[in-house]
Structures are given as structure tokens and as C-alpha cells.
């Protein structure tokens, strides 16, 4: 600080000089606009979101649960200079990596929160299981509020994947986004994905799900004509029949591996399932999920219905319904968020026995 005054003052008495000491105070004021410390930053770094325990009339969870805005420096044009192209690299990779440290200090916020929500549901305080287990649905259903429920899972899911991405995010650093595509949200927390890891991940859900239903319709009526995006036949196959219980626990292995495509669960319908694995992995993860469409269901319908539900949630409820693609033909924000709120709204009615 007393050499910054002592600076001011030396360019106080050369001001007082004659025209010639122009160039001499030109230079000087260069070199303490580049060395006295900036006024403000330029851009404000996102911050980790206050977290507290949803109550239980709410119904949509912490916005910590969902990633965090990704601010990118401005593009620089085409004539901009080396040293330019090279400081908006670097200032990308800064974002990055400001963006993914948020993101795991909201899943460790996040978890805390859903501490003791998992006291309540019975659930071990350092052990991330997710709920529901099978064997207590009906508990989950009656103690929790939707919010409460979501931050519980949420939490849990991320926890698992808390470890490796800290790992990879310590040794890469700024190339962390370099890195992550090889391994996919298998090893990225949902609050650390970047929008275009998300848009991603969901045109990969869309190619999958068309397959596998296509699949289905060749196996069943020995058709090959797809089903409509978003149309009553499809609505009709994923509402009544792969979230049907009885399903899950009786059908076939090739119809098992179909909704669990649709629903995300593998990559493929096309996979391999021995019966050891069927038995042991694919149905019972088929069987959890529809437990879980049941629940969540029931939770906003007594939360309020769909209009009670924030943009974001409306999209993540359709994408863990199988229709993540519904408005993939629409641009504007508006008009998709629409889509996919008259979706749900038909998905609610169906599962509830309205026609």
C-alpha cells in the first residue's frame, strides 16, 4: 500500500512538469495501471448454494441439486492476437475448473442436508444408498415430501461418483473437461456436468430409447414402423406397461433389457443378459426404477401437480419417464418447457387411471 501512494505521488509532481515529461508520465501510468490491484473482477464466480432441509409441503429440491450457470469468457475474433486467443484458453479452463469445484462443495452441502432424512427413512448416515428399497416404498412415500425425497437421492447418487471426479478433477485441473467424455456421467456427479456433456447424454437417451422400442414393436406386432414421439401408442407402451410392476418381476429378458434401455438403465437393449445377470442385476435395477416412477408420481400429485414443478424438474421428471426427446423439435425454451408440462400432465393422468 505505501509503495502504491508512493507511486501516486511521483505522478502528482511529474504532471506538474513541463510538456516534455509527457512520454516519461505516459509510461509511468501504464505501469500502475498494470501493477496496482484491480477494482473490481470481472466476472463473479458461481458460489456453492446455501443448503438447508427442504420441508415436506415443498416440492421442488435445492437448485444445488442441479449444476451450477457456466460462465465462459467472449469469444475473441478472427484478427485477435496470440497472446489474446491464448489468455481466453486459459480464462475457459479457469471457468471449468471454477464451475466443477462448486459443484462438488454442492454435493457435499447437499448431503449434509439429507442427513437427517435419512435418519428418518432408516438409511445408514455414510453409506449413499439411494431410496427406495423395495422393502420400504410405502415408508419413503408417507415420510418424506417430494423435495425432501429428491435431496435424499440426489445426494446419494453423487456421493458415489464424489471420489473418482475428485481424483481425475485433482490430476487434470484445468484439462479436466478434456477428460471426463471418456468416462461420462459414470464418474461425474449431476451438479458437475456441463451443458454440453447434458445435451449430450440426453441425444444418446433418444437414439436408445428408439431403439429399443423399436425393437419392441418388431418383437411384439413384427413391425418395423416407429412409434411417434410423444404419441399416445408410446405414451400408452411406457406408462401401462414398463412401469407396470408385475412387468418388471415377469417379463422375458429381451423385454427387461427394453425398459431398462428406455429408462436409462443400460446402454443397450441389445446387451447380453445371462440369467444369472437378469436375475441378480438388470431386473431388480428395472423393478427399483418403477418403484421409483410410483413414488415420485404420488409425490407431485400431492405436491401441487405439475404446475407447482419449476422448469429444470419438469424436464428431469420427463427424461426419468423414457421421453427425454419429446420436444426435441421445438427450439425456443418456452415452447419445450410446454411440451414437456403437457406431457407429464398426460403421464400423471394415465398412471392414475384417467383416460
Request: charged share 20%; glycine share 6%; hydrophobic share 35%.
Amino acid at each position: 500500500m505505501s509503495s502504491l501512494r508512493a507511486q501516486r505521488a511521483l505522478y502528482a509532481r511529474l504532471q506538474c512538469h513541463s510538456p516534455q515529461s509527457q512520454p516519461t508520465i505516459l509510461l509511468f501510468s501504464t505501469y500502475a495501471r498494470h501493477n496496482s490491484p484491480p477494482s473490481s473482477p470481472r466476472s463473479s464466480p458461481p458460489t456453492p448454494v446455501a443448503v438447508s432441509t427442504p420441508k415436506k409441503h415443498e416440492i421442488n429440491p435445492p437448485s444445488s441439486t442441479r449444476p451450477s450457470p457456466l460462465s465462459l469468457p467472449a469469444a475473441v475474433t478472427e484478427t485477435a492476437s496470440t497472446y489474446e486467443k491464448i489468455t481466453r484458453y486459459i480464462a475457459i479452463g479457469r471457468a471449468y475448473l471454477t464451475f466443477y469445484k462448486t459443484g462438488l462443495k454442492n454435493v457435499y452441502h447437499n448431503y449434509r442436508a439429507s442427513l437427517p432424512l435419512r435418519k428418518t427413512l432408516g438409511l445408514p448416515a455414510y453409506i449413499p444408498i439411494s431410496p427406495p428399497r423395495l422393502s420400504r416404498d410405502k415408508n419413503a412415500a408417507s415420510l418424506l415430501g417430494r423435495a425432501q425425497f429428491q435431496l435424499v437421492r440426489r445426494s446419494a447418487r453423487d456421493v458415489r461418483r464424489m471420489i473418482p471426479f475428485s481424483l481425475i478433477l485433482v490430476v487434470c485441473g484445468e484439462f479436466t473437461p478434456l477428460v471426463i467424455p471418456l468416462f461420462g456421467s459414470a464418474v461425474t456427479p449431476f451438479t458437475c456436468r456441463v451443458p454440453s456433456q447434458v445435451s449430450k447424454e440426453r441425444a444418446v437417451a433418444a437414439t436408445r430409447k428408439r431403439n429399443a422400442l423399436a425393437g419392441h414393436t418388431a418383437a411384439t406386432a413384427g413391425s418395423l414402423s416407429p412409434m411417434s414421439v410423444g404419441g399416445k401408442e408410446e405414451l400408452s407402451l411406457l406408462a401401462t406397461q414398463f412401469t407396470n410392476p408385475a412387468f418388471a418381476r415377469t417379463a422375458d429378458a429381451e423385454s427387461v433389457m427394453r425398459a431398462c434401455a428406455v429408462f436409462g438403465l443400460v446402454k443397450s437393449h441389445a446387451r447380453f443378459a445371462p440369467g444369472v445377470l437378469l436375475r441378480f442385476v438388470y431386473r431388480p435395477r428395472l423393478e427399483k426404477h418403477v418403484s421409483y416412477l410410483a413414488i415420485d408420481d404420488a409425490m407431485i400429485r400431492d405436491g401441487g401437480g405439475v404446475k407447482a414443478l419449476v422448469a429444470e424438474e419438469v424436464r428431469a421428471a420427463v427424461e426419468e419417464r423414457g421421453s427425454g426427446d419429446v420436444a426435441s423439435g421445438y427450439r425456443k425454451e418456452g415452447q419445450r418447457e410446454t411440451v414437456e408440462r403437457e406431457w407429464l400432465e398426460r403421464w400423471l393422468d394415465l398412471r392414475s387411471g384417467k383416460k
